[in-house]
C-alpha cells in the first residue's frame, strides 16, 4: 500500500469520508423522505446551502454511486436527482437516525429550561 492510500483503521472510514461532509447526510435524507426532485426544489428543502455546496456533493454523491442524474432534454433542461440502489442501502440507517433525531427533538422540548442568572448589579 501506498503512502498516498493509508490502510483505513475502521471498515467504514471510507463511507464516514463521504457521508459525513456538510449537507451530503441531509441531501441524502431529503431524497429518502421525499423521492427524487429537480436541483431547484431540492435546493429549497436544503434551506441554507448554496448552489456550489450542493452541485459539489451532488456530484460527488454521485460519482460515488449513491445518487443518479437523469438530464431530458427539454427548454429548459430538467435535472433530477434520486438515490441509486446503491444510495437506498442507507434506508435503514436514515430512518433510524430520524428517529432518534425525534426523541432527541421531544426529550428537549419536554426538558425543564434551567433559570436564568440575572447577573448582579
Known amino acids: 500500500m501506498s503512502r498516498d492510500a493509508p490502510e483505513l483503521s475502521c471498515p ?3 463511507m464516514f469520508r463521504v457521508l459525513m461532509r456538510p449537507w451530503t447526510m441531509y441531501i441524502l435524507w431529503t431524497l429518502r423522505r421525499e423521492g427524487p426532485l429537480r436541483f ?3 435546493k429549497e428543502r436544503l434551506d441554507g446551502v448554496s448552489p456550489k455546496v450542493l452541485t459539489e456533493r451532488l456530484r460527488l454523491l454521485e460519482a460515488k454511486g449513491l445518487v443518479d442524474r437523469e438530464h431530458k432534454l427539454t427548454i429548459p433542461p430538467e435535472v433530477t436527482y ?5 444510495g437506498r442501502e442507507l434506508g435503514n440507517a436514515l430512518d433510524s437516525l430520524e428517529s432518534v433525531a425525534r426523541r432527541w427533538e421531544r426529550r428537549a422540548k419536554a426538558a425543564p429550561q434551567p433559570a436564568r442568572r440575572v447577573p448582579p448589579a
Open 12 to 14: 467504514v472510514e471510507a
Open 40 to 42: 431547484g426544489v431540492l
Open 82 to 86: 434520486g438515490l441509486t440502489k446503491f
